[in-house]
């Protein structure tokens, strides 16, 4: 069973930078493609970035493409989100989810199976 667990938010100034964490447990990393999404407050969740299981493929919506940087360590079992540049619009809870190895990038939160908790970020002004 996977278990998801995400770390890494806090409270940030604009332009600032942050790196979130998602380690993967209870199965093997290398077995499950991955992506970051985010909840706005008051706003449906998004999809911020995809990573295939071998880091092969990596995808992003425009609104973070240039700023954030996905990236996988299936050894250690850990999914990162390195975000630069960041503005007050990335102010969200940020979640790692994940699905079974596939060939492609998915946007849509009903691709994926399993889901973290989260982790908040603030980005002040």
């Known amino acids: 069973q996977v278990h998801l667990e995400e770390s890494g938010g806090g409270l940030v100034q604009a332009g600032g930078s942050l790196r979130l964490s998602c380690v993967i447990s209870?199965?093997?990393?290398?077995?499950?493609?991955m992506a970051w999404f985010r909840q706005p407050p008051g706003k449906e969740r998004e999809f911020v970035a995809f990573t295939l299981w071998n880091s092969g493929y990596s995808d992003y919506p425009d609104s973070v493409k240039g700023r954030f940087t996905i990236s996988r360590d299936n050894a250690k079992s850990k999914l990162y989100l390195h975000m630069n540049k960041l503005k007050p619009e990335d102010t969200a809870v940020y979640f790692c989810?994940?699905?079974?190895?596939?060939?492609?990038?998915?946007?849509?939160?009903?691709?994926?199976?399993?889901w973290g908790r989260g982790t908040p970020v603030t980005v002040s002004p």
């Open positions: 989810a994940s699905r079974l190895r596939g060939i492609s990038s998915s946007v849509r939160t009903g691709t994926y199976d399993d």
């Open positions: 209870g199965v093997t990393a290398s077995n499950y493609d």
